[in-house]
C-alpha cells in the first residue's frame, strides 16, 4: 500500500476519527494537512487549549473519560490516533467525571512505571469502550524516515562508537522509563530528562569550537509504536549545532521528522549527519 493509499484508506468513506493532540508541533502538522477535511473532531489536551478556536474541537481534561467517549461516539468516531506528548498528570488536581472516577485508580497504578505505561492504559480504555488506536503517523507516512543517510556528512569511526555507546546506555534503561533520547560524547552518555531533547540539548555546551558527539532518539522499549514516536526536526537540528552535537541517530520507521527538506539542507550546510537505523 502506497502512503497516498494509506491517508486514503483511513479517511475512506467519510468515516470519521478522533484526534487527540497533545503538545509539541506534530499536531499543528497533522491539522494543517486535514483541516480541510469534515471527518474528524479534535479532543484538545494541550495546557494553553492551542485548538480551542478549530473546527469541531474539544478542551478536555484526561480525567474526563466519559465527556471524551461521549464525544467520539456522538461524531460516529471508532479509530481514534494520538499526537503529541500528554505528560503525566497531576493526579490531585484532575478533573474528573464518573467513567474518570471509575477509571482513575488504574491509571495511579499504572503511571508508576512511567509516561507510557499510562497511555498504553488509556489505549486500553478506548478499546474496552469500542474505539482503537491507530498509528500516529496515519495520516502523514511521509514524515517518517527509513532505513539510510539524509545528509552529505556520514558518522566516522568515533562517532559510530559514540552511536553504539548511546544505544547500550538506552536498551539498559527502565522498560517504562520516559526517555528517548540521549547523547553520547566522549565516552560519556547524558539521557533526556522530562523536560525532553530541547533542555538536554541546552545543558551540553560546545569544546573548543569542535563539534563531536551523537544525538540519539529511539522509542521507549515498552511504548506503543502507535503513539509518541520520537519527534526531530528543523529545531533540532539548531539546537544540535548550538551544542556542538555532531550528528542524529534514528530508529528505522519509528520516528517523526518534521520540516524534512529544511532540516536536511540546514544540516548539509552545517556539516550535521542524519543517519537512520
Do not use: W
Amino acid at each position: 500500500m502506497t502512503k497516498k493509499d494509506q491517508y486514503a484508506h483511513h479517511f475512506q468513506k467519510n468515516k470519521m476519527i478522533g484526534l487527540i493532540f497533545g503538545e509539541t508541533d506534530f499536531p499543528k502538522y497533522i491539522y494543517q494537512k486535514i483541516k480541510k477535511r469534515k471527518n474528524f473532531v479534535i479532543i484538545d489536551l494541550t495546557k494553553n487549549n492551542f485548538f480551542k478556536k478549530k473546527q469541531k474541537s474539544f478542551s478536555v481534561s484526561i480525567g474526563q473519560f466519559g465527556k471524551i467517549i461521549n464525544i467520539l461516539k456522538q461524531n460516529k468516531c471508532k479509530k481514534v490516533l494520538f499526537a503529541g506528548k500528554v505528560k503525566k498528570p497531576n493526579f490531585s488536581k484532575l478533573k474528573l467525571d464518573f467513567k474518570g472516577i471509575y477509571y482513575i485508580s488504574r491509571l495511579i497504578k499504572k503511571s508508576k512505571k512511567g509516561d507510557a505505561a499510562i497511555i498504553k492504559e488509556i489505549i486500553s480504555i478506548f478499546k474496552k469502550e469500542g474505539i482503537t488506536t491507530i498509528d500516529s503517523t496515519a495520516l502523514t507516512p511521509e514524515i517518517n524516515l527509513s532505513k539510510g543517510n539524509y545528509s552529505k556528512f556520514k558518522p566516522n569511526k568515533k562517532d559510530k562508537f559514540d552511536i553504539k555507546k548511546a544505544l547500550n546506555v538506552l536498551k539498559k534503561l527502565n522498560p517504562y522509563d520516559h526517555t528517548q533520547g540521549a547523547v553520547s560524547r566522549d565516552g560519556l552518555v547524558i539521557l533526556e530528562k522530562k523536560e525532553g531533547t530541547k533542555k538536554m540539548l541546552q545543558k551540553i555546551h560546545k569544546k573548543k569550537n569542535i563539534n563531536n558527539g551523537v544525538l540519539v532518539k529511539f522509542p521507549k522499549k515498552k511504548q506503543d509504536l502507535r503513539v509518541d514516536l520520537p519527534t526531530v526536526g528543523f529545531d533540532t537540528l539548531k539546537q544540535c549545532k548550538a551544542s556542538g552535537v555532531k550528528g542524529i541517530v534514528l530508529k528505522h520507521k519509528k520516528n517523526i521528522f518534521l520540516d524534512k527538506k529544511k532540516s536536511i539542507r540546514y544540516a548539509n550546510k552545517n556539516q550535521i549527519f542524519i543517519l537512520v537505523i
